[in-house]
């Protein structure tokens, strides 16, 4: 039997609970929030546009970004949507019995 340290991780991790994974998904924000101001430079030449790549960049780190108890936004919205989906038991009628 090996001990392995509580601290040591089983995937590759740039900084603590950002990984491959939340790369991804935060570039992903990134190339969309970029589209976004591609879109609205057609339409205006404001600054506001350039505003349009950190917001879509910002909520895409976020939603991966695991919070202190090690879920992110995305994974609860997960456990909700399979939670949801799963057929649950009610104990009480509400109004009461009717005979």
């Given at each position: 039997?090996?001990?392995?340290?509580?601290?040591?991780?089983?995937r590759?991790?740039?900084?603590?609970?950002?990984?491959?994974?939340?790369?991804f998904?935060?570039?992903?924000?990134?190339?969309?929030?970029?589209?976004?101001?591609?879109?609205?430079?057609?339409?205006?030449?404001?600054?506001?546009?350039?505003?349009?790549?950190?917001?879509?960049?910002?909520?895409?780190?976020?939603?991966?970004?695991?919070?202190?108890?090690?879920s992110?936004?995305?994974?609860?919205?997960?456990?909700?949507?399979?939670?949801?989906?799963?057929?649950?038991?009610?104990?009480?009628?509400?109004?009461?019995?009717?005979?």
């Amino acid at each position: 039997m090996y001990q392995v340290p509580k601290n040591i991780s089983a995937r590759f991790e740039f900084f603590s609970g950002f990984g491959w994974k939340e790369l991804f998904y935060v570039l992903l924000g990134l190339s969309l929030g970029f589209f976004v101001y591609l879109i609205l430079s057609l339409f205006t030449h404001s600054p506001v546009r350039y505003l349009v790549v950190f917001i879509f960049t910002g909520l895409a780190y976020f939603a991966v970004i695991p919070g202190p108890d090690g879920s992110s936004v995305l994974n609860l919205i997960k456990y909700y949507l399979k939670w949801s989906k799963k057929q649950k038991r009610y104990l009480y009628v509400q109004g009461g019995y009717t005979n």
